[in-house]
């Protein structure tokens, strides 16, 4: 039984059992002379070993009886992942991809990938939301997703879907290379000051800071150009082609590389003379006249001062409807002001009857991955989380200048997630597997951070203790990148890919401040649970509360009443829009009709 067994001929397509079982039979001499008792004995020798063979082959991959293991996934230079399986404590920390499932999980040799079906609806048009006519093959993921995430029961107003037709409508008339851009390029040219003279009107949003900061302040600036009848088109930095797929139909919505005003992008600052905050600190513009400059540069970052924050002012965006060009640098999801705007509130209103749900929608429309990291996403769901009765994601992402790793993080994580009944708790006195359970619960732990270290402290807690309860839990982390790379092109990837990954569990618990997790609930149409930031390295009380809604917190809203000129606290002026859990000073929107959101 331990002897190999030949090889079939290579050469012998016909048949490659009768192949086997001929090389068996010729080892104990010529079919001619022999007894039917030799023939029989020699087949009983050779099952056995065949048998034992077929096991081998279709081994599992993760059989912890044969050893506690983990499973790699190496990225090739073509971008395919390479499964391979080592032992575990290695210490390599330069995995691209890294899982290990609970060391006390029973029958794990039976665990099989399954195709997702979260959303037994079918619905790959999310309600009306997705526009049909692409071609699925360019884009999987547009017409996919749905099958993986869970169904929340919501649907887009009949308006915004209609307001969304109607954008992809204007977007094929006026989007690049079309007679109507060419002609507002010109006038761009020779900065023409008519303001009759353009049929269409454009924002162009300016690729700027990290990958979460980019989706939020597109998004952003898609619904100002939603609600100011303009074209979006985005400057593609170094990856916007490589992240994400085109979401408009029949027109892309990447900046033409030959824009006129490209080569000047980093010149464009609040000293600029087309800076709009600089332009009414000059008295450069006159509300009352109809010559207006065929372009505005609108400062909307994170450092603006009082004179660019009057964009959110209805006196100040009258005189900027009029102003063919606008071109915003932004890391901001400055969506809650634009519902202070008096002019946008009956189609905000519209819009989003369910006000809390604008980024749920927006980023869903806007962001499909693409092939490349389609793939990263759905290989490594399938392979480590769709096994799993529920799934359970947990975004960590420390803002202090050390090194790290910190203890009080890891005793925040254990029991923000413990109290709040996210996780199972531990026997520290069992000294083995206890429950008796035949098909005990499965949950999926899906860790994300730049860290290693807060992933291996849960899965050590799993490892060494079993669960009170006698469920089973699996801990993964997609990958460790030490520090944050915002140009390097796998890092992007890797990141867009955990952003969504962690979209697709069931429930959340996300960083104070990190729009990466923002985008992550967002998406997911989850209310996450926020870990309070610590200080002083001591675990807060209560380590993390749950959020009013899905919402982004804007981080940098303008504390000004427009109507009556002065300082005002704009957490305060509408019931839907409060100030964030994570950061006081911010606002978010919130929906106090439905407290389900």
């Not at 806007?366 to 975004?395: C, K, M």
């Amino acid at each position: 039984m331990r002897k190999r067994l030949p090889s079939p001929n290579p050469s012998d397509h016909t048949s490659t059992s009768f192949s086997s079982s001929s090389s068996v039979v010729k080892r104990f001499g010529s079919t001619d002379g022999m007894s039917v008792s030799k023939l029989v004995a020699a087949l009983m020798l050779a099952l056995p070993a065949i048998f034992l063979l077929s096991v081998v082959l279709r081994r599992p991959q993760f059989d912890l009886g044969f050893g506690f293991a983990d499973a790699r996934v190496l990225v090739n230079p073509g971008d395919e992942p390479i499964v391979q399986k080592e032992a575990s404590g290695d210490g390599n920390v330069n995995e691209v991809l890294r899982a290990q499932l609970n060391a006390t999980l029973p029958g794990s040799e039976d665990v099989k990938i399954v195709q997702p079906s979260k959303n037994a609806a079918g619905d790959k048009l999310l309600g009306g939301l997705l526009a049909e006519g692409f071609d699925e093959a360019s884009c999987a993921s547009r017409y996919q997703s749905y099958s993986y995430r869970k169904d929340r029961h919501r649907k887009p107003s009949p308006h915004l879907i209609a307001k969304l037709r109607s954008y992809e409508e204007l977007h094929n008339r006026c989007g690049p290379n079309t007679e109507p851009y060419k002609n507002a390029v010109k006038l761009l040219r020779s900065d023409h000051k008519d303001v009759d003279s353009s049929d269409c009107k454009y924002v162009v949003w300016i690729s700027y800071s990290g990958l979460g900061n980019r989706i939020l302040s597109i998004a952003a600036t898609f619904l100002y150009a939603l609600l100011t009848d303009r074209v979006l088109l985005v400057d593609e930095g170094k990856d916007m082609k490589d992240l994400f797929c085109e979401p408009f139909p029949s027109n892309s919505w990447l900046l033409p590389l030959d824009f006129p005003l490209t080569k000047q992008f980093d010149s464009f600052n609040q000293g600029n003379s087309r800076c709009y905050g600089k332009m009414l600190k000059d008295k450069a513009v006159n509300y009352s006249t109809n010559s207006v400059p065929s372009y505005v540069y609108l400062h909307v970052a994170h450092d603006y001062d009082a004179e660019d924050k009057l964009f959110f002012c209805d006196d100040d965006q009258s005189l900027l409807s009029k102003v063919p060009w606008l071109v915003m640098r932004t890391d901001n999801y400055f969506v809650p002001s634009l519902f202070l705007i008096t002019a946008f509130e009956q189609e905000l209103e519209k819009m989003f009857p369910e006000k809390a749900t604008v980024f749920h929608y927006l980023g869903q429309y806007l962001f499909h991955p693409t092939n490349a990291v389609w793939g990263l996403i759905t290989r490594y769901h399938q392979t480590y989380l769709a096994h799993a009765d529920e799934s359970l994601g947990v975004q960590v992402r420390v803002f202090d200048p050390r090194p790290g790793p910190f203890k009080h993080v890891m005793d925040q994580i254990r029991s923000c997630t413990l109290n709040q009944n996210l996780l199972p708790r531990v026997d520290v006195k069992a000294s083995g597997f206890t429950s008796s359970k035949k098909n005990p619960k499965s949950t999926a732990i899906l860790v994300t951070s730049l860290k290693l270290d807060y992933s291996d402290d849960l899965r050590s807690m799993y490892w060494e203790h079993p669960t009170s309860n006698g469920e089973v839990v699996g801990v993964y982390q997609p990958s460790h990148e030490e520090f944050q790379q915002t140009e390097k092109r796998m890092h992007n990837r890797k990141a867009w890919a955990e952003m969504y990954l962690l979209s697709l569990t069931d429930n959340l618990v996300t960083s104070a401040w990190s729009t990466f997790g923002y985008v992550a609930q967002g998406l997911g149409g989850m209310k996450p649970w926020i870990l309070v930031k610590t200080e002083n390295d001591t675990v807060p009380d209560p380590p993390c509360r749950l959020a009013m809604s899905m919402e982004p917190c804007f981080h940098a809203p303008p504390l000004y009443d427009c109507k009556e000129k002065r300082g005002t606290d704009t957490g305060a002026q509408v019931p839907h829009v409060k100030h964030c859990e994570d950061v006081s000073w911010g606002v978010k929107v919130i929906d106090p009709a439905h407290d389900e959101l």
